[in-house]
Nanobody, 119 residues
Framework: QVQLVESGGGLVQAGGSLRLSCVAS????????MGWYRQAPGKQRELVAR???????EYVDSVKGRFAISRDNAKSMVYLQLNSLKPEDTAVYYC?????????????WGQGTVVTIYT
């Protein structure tokens, strides 16, 4: 069973920064695509950023130039650096990964970490 555990959320003033981390664990795990989604109150979950195993990245337009996704394959971790935060960035942020564990394909989600931006 693959587990994803996020950390790094919190309460930050607008204009500030946060760094979210997510670690994956499982038997003989190979991580392919990883990413971060978010869900604001009353809204649908949306993709924020994703990164391939090779490091190619993709961002939703609203965070381009402010957020940066990265990963450490050796540590089975993915990170999201959030800069120039805005109140509209307030949401629960979920880590996502897909890959193989014991040669079985999986899609896994973390439990979410809350990011709250105040003015």
């Amino acid at each position: 069973q693959v587990q994803l555990v996020e950390s790094g959320g919190g309460l930050v003033q607008a204009g500030g920064s946060l760094r979210l981390s997510c670690v994956a664990s499982g038997n003989r795990i190979q991580l392919n695509a990883m990413g971060w989604y978010r869900q604001a109150p009353g809204k649908q979950r949306e993709l924020v950023a994703r990164i391939s195993r090779g490091g190619s990245t993709e961002y939703v337009d609203s965070v381009k130039g402010r957020f940066a996704i990265s990963r450490d394959n050796a540590k089975s971790m993915v990170y999201l650096q959030l800069n120039s935060l805005k109140p509209e960035d307030t949401a629960v942020y979920y880590c996502y990964a897909r890959g193989y564990s014991d040669m079985n394909a999986f899609n896994a989600w973390g439990q979410g970490t809350v990011v709250t931006i105040y003015t």
